[in-house]
């Protein structure tokens, strides 16, 4: 008789004997990280907690002689299915990750984890005087390695830029299954191209975080705001103009947002009721010296004086006092609304006003319930409308923004995100040519398509493309994605 030939081991056995992580398939622990804060959903094939960065290396060599995908998971937070899984795929968690390993108070940097919490990670820094610039509003739960492949920012970007500023290096696993470090502790550096800041958004389709070597800056002495009604929407770019590049700017701003009407409605629902209702708010926060609040105020309203804004403006002398009035917006957002497209899209600030009439006229022709706020200093907007996002007219609403905002010089996502949901329309972001360089780029880190099927770009040229296996195929978009859905 022939020597029996001994049977291949399956490729989950394998992986289970291969790392020292734990490894689940049980349908109640893959049921948690099917999703994101999409409406979309995935179906994946197995939860990793890995033990070591060792363990990231196996995994992403087993995924390649499987051709099963690879997707790395912070909080899940993200809200254009950036973490939700193909079909099949391994999901490698790294909430555990969650130590802060160094602060180096001299140098302003820090040494972390991926998996810790953009909030904690801002209690361990207060009490060395510093903090972490990117503040996404999702700080209380996401993690600062999601901050850093979706290119997070918040409202304070407006003064410090968005994550990518302040990563100064990590290390990664590649997708072709390399370790790499890469960093800059020096202030600057001018020797060849950034392959740090290369990473930073790439939403886990070029390597994986396994830490993260990020700048913090000093805490401000002084955080103040002042929150300024609006007498209408046509007011807000004229204000913002006058603020931030007016000849009489106001240097202290450190974030400009917006909030329409009806989001300031629910604003003043919230006790104890100090927001006006009915009108369109300013927020603005201004970083101080003790000895110069006063005048920054002043400078503030003299900025403002003349535009025919005859509301009163409340002050809060603690911005996060502020914060938290809006923060808790959200929620009464959530329980009003419900289901939603969550829109994301910025434009130089000039066209800001002309992108406001756009969305309304959007609205208005599909006869669909709109509300928006905005990083309007950035020219950043969320336009909320009140539809399925699983609809056709939510697809519809996409294209037509999207194209818009296209014509205005402007991004499908000025913070969130590409994700499975933009991915069709990455093309229309950077044009063929520079979606064909970036894909290139791909394919040089990730040569069999691995990270984060689906994800970002179109993938016309890789294995994920027609006929791909089933794990290569996002959770609502075909992995191909060469047309924009009509
Ligand atoms: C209420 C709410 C408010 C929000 N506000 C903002 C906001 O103001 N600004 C903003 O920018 N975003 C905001 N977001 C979106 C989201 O919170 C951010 O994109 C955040 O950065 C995601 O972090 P996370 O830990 O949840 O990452 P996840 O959702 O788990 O993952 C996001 C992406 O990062 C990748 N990733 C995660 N960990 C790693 C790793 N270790 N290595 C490589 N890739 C990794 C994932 O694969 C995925 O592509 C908000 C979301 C919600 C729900």
Not at 238 to 259: D, T
Not at 311 to 335: C, H, K, Q, V, Y
């Amino acid at each position: 008789m022939p020597p029996a030939v001994p049977e291949a081991i399956p490729p989950w056995e394998e992986l289970a004997a291969r790392v020292r992580g734990e490894l689940t398939r049980s349908a109640g622990s893959l049921a948690r990280v099917r999703g994101d804060g999409s409406h979309l959903r995935g179906d994946p094939g197995g939860l990793l907690t890995p033990a070591d960065p060792e363990d990231v290396v196996e995994v992403v060599r087993w995924a390649r002689r499987h051709g099963i995908g690879v997707v790395a998971r912070g909080a899940g937070t993200s809200l254009d299915g950036e973490s939700v899984p193909a079909t099949g795929s391994l999901v490698v968690e790294f909430t555990g990750w969650d130590r802060v390993l160094e602060i180096d108070v001299e140098e302003r940097l820090v040494r972390v984890q991926p998996g810790v919490v953009n909030h904690r990670l801002q209690e361990e820094l207060r009490g060395h005087g510093l903090f972490f610039p990117p503040n996404p509003g999702s700080w209380r739960s996401s993690t600062v390695g999601g901050n850093a492949a979706t290119n997070a920012s918040g409202p304070r970007s407006l003064k410090y830029g968005p994550t990518r500023r302040w990563v100064r290096g990590w290390e990664a696993v590649l997708g072709s299954g390399e370790r790499l470090r890469a960093e800059r502790r020096a202030p600057k550096r001018s020797a060849g191209p950034d392959l740090v800041g290369l990473l930073v958004g790439s939403e886990g389709t070029l390597g994986i975080f396994t830490e993260l070597l990020l700048e913090v800056a000093p805490l401000p002495e002084v955080r103040q705001a002042v929150v300024v009604p609006l007498p209408g929407v046509s007011q807000a770019v004229p204000a913002a103009r006058a603020i931030l590049r007016g000849p009489k700017r106001c240097a202290a701003v450190s974030a400009l947002e917006f909030v329409d009407a009806t989001v300031a409605g629910l604003l003043h629902e919230i006790p104890p009721g100090r927001l006006p209702a009915g009108r369109p708010l300013l927020l603005i926060e201004l970083e101080s010296r003790e000895r110069s609040r006063g005048e920054d105020l002043a400078e503030l309203a003299a900025a403002l004086a003349g535009l025919g804004l005859d509301g009163e403006a409340i002050e809060f002398p603690n911005a996060d006092e502020m914060w938290t009035l809006r923060g808790e917006s959200g929620l009464a957002l959530d329980r009003a609304y419900g289901e939603r497209i969550r829109e994301d899209v910025a434009v130089p600030l000039g066209a800001v006003g002309r992108l406001f009439q756009e969305i309304d006229r959007i609205a208005e022709e599909l006869g669909v319930p709109l509300y928006t706020f905005a990083h309007l200093g950035e020219g950043s907007l969320h336009p909320n409308f009140v539809v399925d996002p699983a609809s056709p007219t939510a697809e519809r609403i996409r294209r037509e923004l999207f194209d818009v905002v296209h014509r205005l010089g402007g991004t499908l996502s000025g913070e969130h995100g590409i994700g499975s949901l933009k991915a069709p329309y990455f093309e229309l972001e950077h044009g063929r040519a520079g979606a064909e360089a970036l894909e290139r780029i791909r394919q040089q880190f990730d040569p069999d398509g691995i990270l984060n099927p689906g994800k970002l770009y179109p993938r016309r040229s890789a294995p994920a493309g027609e006929g791909a296996p089933p794990h290569a195929r996002s959770p609502s978009v075909e992995a191909d994605g060469r047309t924009p859905p009509a």
